[in-house]
């Protein structure tokens, strides 16, 4: 397969369409979770589709003293790549093809939910991402847009923009790619040096942390509903044999308090490591750890059920980096 590298939407909408064409976005210097959204895409997009890879470095997306000016420039390794995980078509338009008037004055707003965690700690960003997202879809056209799940608020932006708008394109979200040391794929990391990366690595564990006492939990009320709500539910837990169901037992059996247990343990244990971090050399600063509704972003409550995101997003040194993992809590898991 040889991927042709189109600069004009012209030449884009000039191409015979047969199947689905399937659309991956990218700000380029692309690296292997770019790789998997392509795969992915040449799966949905079947021999008869069509997949497009777009490489645009968004202006209208870098705050004031952000990294737009050292944001990598890989065209040629990008195409590569793209290449050989089956992309048909490098769609790597210029700043005036994308914004032929200039600085767009009409953007989309990204409302309530922009504001918040990564909006908050960089004010205009998804209004710009929203806005060269939309651009983007008119441009290329697609039947199915994929993004990954690492940017997980603006993937929810991103659906929402399409359900609240009526886009006729469907989002596909594909889960986020880590390096074997656990931390995500990210064109920043390169940025990172060795000492950098190892107090970088504190971002995947804080989130495993949380995870796994997530897990803990979830495990141990469920056997704690296999015994009789009664006084004896912690001795049953304790016989299980289980250092974490003994120690936890009693809370459990009391229905424990919001500090030790559901969403709130979850935050606390992923809050230990990140702080173990901060004293590191370089030390991890902390932007925000959250535990959110994907739905809206909004902090989850100590009762919730369903799908939640656990989020968290620091700097290391220079370098400012984000990642996340999915939860589900109680009837729903």
Do not use: C
């Amino acid at each position: 397969m040889t991927t042709a590298v189109l600069r004009t939407a012209g030449e884009l909408h000039a191409r015979a369409r047969s199947g689905r064409r399937v659309a991956v976005m990218t700000m380029g210097a692309l690296h292997e979770g770019h790789a998997t959204l392509v795969r992915t895409a040449r799966a949905i997009a079947g021999t008869e589709g069509e997949v497009v890879v777009t490489v645009f470095v968004n202006p209208l997306q870098f705050g004031q003293g952000e990294d737009l000016d050292r944001y990598p420039r890989t065209l040629d390794a990008d195409v590569k790549l793209a290449e050989q995980a089956g992309a048909d078509v490098v769609f790597a338009p210029s700043v005036d093809e994308v914004y032929p008037g200039g600085e767009p004055q009409v953007r989309i707003g990204a409302g309530p939910m922009g504001e918040r965690w990564e909006g908050a700690s960089r004010p205009g960003h998804f209004d710009g991402m929203l806005t060269v997202v939309a651009k983007l879809l008119h441009l290329t056209r697609p039947d199915v847009a994929l993004y990954g799940q690492k940017d997980a608020q603006q993937l929810a932006l991103i659906r929402r923009m399409v359900r609240d708008l009526n886009f006729g394109v469907e989002i596909v979200a594909v889960p986020t790619v880590r390096e074997e040391d656990g931390l995500a794929l990210s064109s920043r990391n390169r940025y990172l040096s060795s000492d950098e990366r190892r107090t970088a690595l504190a971002l995947s564990q804080a989130l495993f942390a949380g995870r796994d006492r997530h897990a803990a939990q979830e495990a141990l009320r469920a056997r704690a509903r296999e015994v009789p709500a009664t006084r004896a539910r912690a001795e049953a837990l304790s016989a299980i044999g289980e250092s974490r169901a003994a120690a936890d037992a009693h809370a459990v059996a009391k229905v424990a308090p919001a500090t030790t247990s559901g969403p709130a343990a979850v935050r606390a244990a992923a809050r230990l490591v990140l702080d173990d971090a901060a004293r590191l050399q370089p030390p991890l600063v902390l932007d925000y750890l959250a535990l959110v509704d994907p739905s809206d972003f909004t902090e989850i409550a100590g009762d919730f059920t369903g799908e939640a995101v656990l989020a968290v997003a620091a700097r290391v040194g220079r370098t400012r980096l984000i990642d996340n993992i999915p939860l589900t809590f109680g009837a729903a898991s």
